[in-house]
């Protein structure tokens, strides 16, 4: 039997299959472009919330230059001439006629001598010492004490800080904090009311949601057992009540503090149809996330530089109101040397594009770069204070300072 050799085909390869040596390397080139890829999101992530916090800030910015447009007497740190009112000795107040500007164009105010203003508002004389008849007032034309030409509207810093002082800044600081009572008086609004204005209206929060037991026009009551302790007056609670359908809701703020399961409502009756189809009730707390404050610096001649500064999540905590004192640095006219004492002043929070606020001379800046215990250098030119240093600020949370020109 003959056996013939078949033909080798003359397409057929020596191929042969890949190394490890090739597979590690595609594994290793693989893991670079994985790893480069997760190493982008938390980047997006803080991108993002960077860009929603300016987004608020900015919007925010809106709200505080209208607001200072409908009541210009808030960047002022005395309250504006009212009739019919009486005033103690020595009460200051500044005209409510302005003339075109919504400020004083100068420093001068007027002293009371005790009793009551008349009805109409006198013709004011801007020369110190002179007299004005006004009702059984006598106003002595006088400048400005040296209080009130610096100074920080912070209701929300007197009213959440325990110990909040008449001073912004815990220690060393001249940057007077005019109180609750003046900032009320010159916007004619209750404490809670003007209080959220100095805040985005998102800042309310539900800490109880629940079908009440019964609803009636000025009070609502949630069933037996239902833990109503953790609500405290005068801080800013309210009650937001849906009907069945969900379709329509009334809010009342809390008139006083519970007593057991029911909350009496403040404000007018709730209407007809929250008490026809009463549906879930919410407990919401006002906790302002974006706030905002005024720094103003009035000069001898009446000129303003009002700064506004909008934080998020302000801690309300006294040491980050501490007033470090700095030393301006030789040689430069940008840069400071903060001091403190370990273990018994608080440890300033410093890092590159922070804001710090210069008590000393009223002034908000940026810092371009430093850490604690060193150098600290910012985004311009300092104003130098005799004896060559000034006290600082370094806040938490501030996110954004403009100027506001009025």
Request: with cysteine; hydrophobic share 35%; proline share 7%.
């Amino acid at each position: 039997m003959k056996y013939h050799q078949l033909p080798r085909d003359s397409h057929e390869t020596n191929a042969t299959g890949a190394t490890l040596v090739e597979v590690l390397m595609s594994l290793l080139i693989m893991s670079i472009g994985i790893v480069s890829v997760f190493t982008l999101f938390p980047v997006a992530i803080l991108s993002s919330i960077k860009a929603t916090q300016l987004t608020n800030a900015k919007l925010l910015e809106e709200n505080v230059i209208e607001l200072l447009r409908a009541y210009p007497q808030l960047v002022m740190a005395a309250p504006m001439w009212q009739p019919n009112t009486s005033y103690a000795a020595n009460a200051y107040v500044l005209p409510s006629r302005l003339g075109n500007s919504p400020l004083p164009v100068s420093n001068v105010g007027y002293w009371s001598s005790g009793g009551t203003s008349g009805t109409v508002e006198p013709n004011w004389s801007t020369t110190v010492g002179d007299t004005v008849e006004d009702g059984s007032i006598m106003w002595t034309a006088g400048m400005w004490t040296s209080d009130r030409s610096q100074y920080a509207i912070d209701p929300l810093g007197l009213g959440f800080i325990p110990s909040a002082g008449s001073y912004y800044g815990q220690s060393h600081s001249n940057v007077t904090r005019p109180s609750l009572d003046a900032v009320r008086n010159q916007l004619g609004m209750d404490t809670p009311t003007f209080q959220k204005l100095f805040s985005l209206q998102d800042s309310w929060t539900t800490t109880l949601s629940m079908v009440p037991e019964n609803v009636n026009a000025s009070s609502v009551t949630f069933p037996p057992g239902t833990d109503l302790s953790d609500i405290s007056i005068p801080r800013n609670y309210r009650v937001t009540i849906l009907t069945a359908d969900g379709r329509h809701a009334a809010t009342r703020n809390i008139a006083s503090q519970p007593t057991g399961s029911s909350i009496a409502l403040a404000g007018a009756n709730l209407p007809d149809f929250i008490l026809n189809s009463p549906g879930i009730a919410r407990i919401e707390s006002f906790t302002p996330r974006y706030t905002w404050m005024l720094t103003v610096k009035r000069s001898t001649s009446g000129n303003s530089k009002i700064q506004c500064a909008i934080f998020f999540n302000r801690s309300y905590n006294p040491d980050d109101e501490y007033a470090y004192q700095c030393s301006y640095v030789a040689g430069t006219n940008d840069s400071i040397e903060v001091n403190w004492i370990s273990g018994t002043d608080p440890t300033p929070t410093i890092h590159e594009g922070s804001y710090v606020f210069d008590c000393t001379n009223c002034r908000w800046y940026k810092i371009v770069s430093g850490n604690s215990g060193s150098q600290v250098t910012l985004d311009s030119s300092l104003t130098p204070s005799p004896p060559n240093q000034a006290y600082f600020l370094f806040p938490r949370g501030v996110i954004r300072v403009f100027d506001i020109e009025l």
